[in-house]
């Protein structure tokens, strides 16, 4: 390993989380639950985005049924976040809407200065005080 690699392995070390007990506290079978569908959530997602890249840069033919597939594999975890926070999918696609309405408040519709320029803390009360 070169010195320029041991040095950065060093320096990086410092700054990782090392205790551990603290963490383990956390994780609580809730926790433990979120975290399965954020694993399948990111898994899926890879397999819908290694789909579409295998389709667009090495010429493979898409196939639609396996991009639905995809879909429905990241909505089987979706509904276990959900089950697990207590809201629908309804209530997740309200409180995503009332999000986007605040973002894009002055057009009304998706304008790339809006997407930049984001008040989160004026769409997390938007969010917050959905019903």
């Given at each position: 390993?070169?010195?320029?690699?041991?040095?950065?392995?060093?320096?990086?070390?410092?700054?990782?989380?090392?205790?551990?007990?603290?963490?383990?506290?956390?994780?609580?079978?809730?926790?433990?639950?979120?975290?399965?569908?954020?694993?399948?959530?990111?898994?899926?997602?890879?397999?819908?985005?290694?789909?579409?890249?295998?389709?667009?840069?090495?010429?493979?033919?898409?196939?639609?049924?396996?991009?639905?597939?995809?879909?429905?594999?990241?909505?089987?975890?979706?509904?276990?976040?959900?089950?697990?926070l207590g809201v629908s999918f309804e209530e997740v696609q309200n409180i995503n809407i009332k999000k986007?309405?605040?973002?894009?408040?002055?057009?009304?519709k998706f304008n790339s200065e809006e997407a930049i320029n984001r008040d989160h803390s004026k769409e997390?009360?938007?969010?917050?005080?959905?019903?």
């Amino acid at each position: 390993m070169t010195k320029i690699k041991e040095k950065y392995i060093e320096l990086a070390l410092k700054t990782e989380l090392k205790d551990y007990n603290e963490v383990s506290k956390r994780y609580t079978p809730e926790m433990a639950r979120l975290m399965h569908s954020a694993m399948g959530i990111a898994t899926e997602g890879g397999e819908f985005l290694d789909m579409l890249k295998k389709h667009i840069n090495y010429g493979k033919p898409f196939d639609r049924t396996n991009a639905i597939e995809e879909l429905g594999d990241l909505l089987f975890y979706i509904a276990i976040a959900c089950d697990e926070l207590g809201v629908s999918f309804e209530e997740v696609q309200n409180i995503n809407i009332k999000k986007l309405q605040e973002r894009f408040k002055s057009k009304g519709k998706f304008n790339s200065e809006e997407a930049i320029n984001r008040d989160h803390s004026k769409e997390k009360k938007v969010m917050e005080n959905v019903n």
